[in-house]
């Protein structure tokens, strides 16, 4: 079956980087398109950053721009999430999802597996 497995995550100060992996298992994970999205306490999940099956494309959140970078190994099934400068409002899980749609997919509903999430804290 397919299994999305998320790392990284952990508790940091605000200023600091983290790096998320996802690692793929049960499917074709160069034929996938990917994404992060995160959820904080109280709120709906929402899309982070999106990348296609071949890497070649990536969008990013505004909340985000500039600070996080998306990106996939696919020799190793593995996706990524650097972080950097984290921000208190970056607190939330992040889950890592897989679509077998092609291109930048940003609607949840259009994602096809997901991961159980990890857990980032950012403190002040």
């Known amino acids: 079956q397919v299994q999305l497995v998320e790392s990284g995550g952990g508790l940091v100060q605000a200023g600091d980087s983290l790096r998320l992996s996802c690692t793929a298992s049960g499917l074709t994970f160069s034929t996938y398109a990917m994404g992060w999205f995160r959820q904080a306490p109280g709120k709906e999940r929402e899309p982070v950053a999106a990348?296609?099956?071949?890497?070649?494309?990536?969008f990013h959140g505004d909340s985000v721009k500039g600070r996080f970078t998306i990106s996939r190994d696919n020799a190793k099934n593995t996706l990524y999430l650097q972080m950097n400068s984290l921000k208190l409002e970056d607190t939330a899980v992040y889950y890592c999802?897989?679509?077998?749609?092609?291109?930048?997919?940003?609607?949840?509903?259009?994602?096809?597996?997901w991961g159980q999430g990890t857990q980032v804290t950012v403190s002040s």
């Open positions: 999802a897989a679509t077998a749609r092609g291109g930048i997919i940003w609607m949840s509903s259009w994602y096809d597996y």
């Open positions: 990348i296609t099956s071949s890497g070649s494309r990536t």
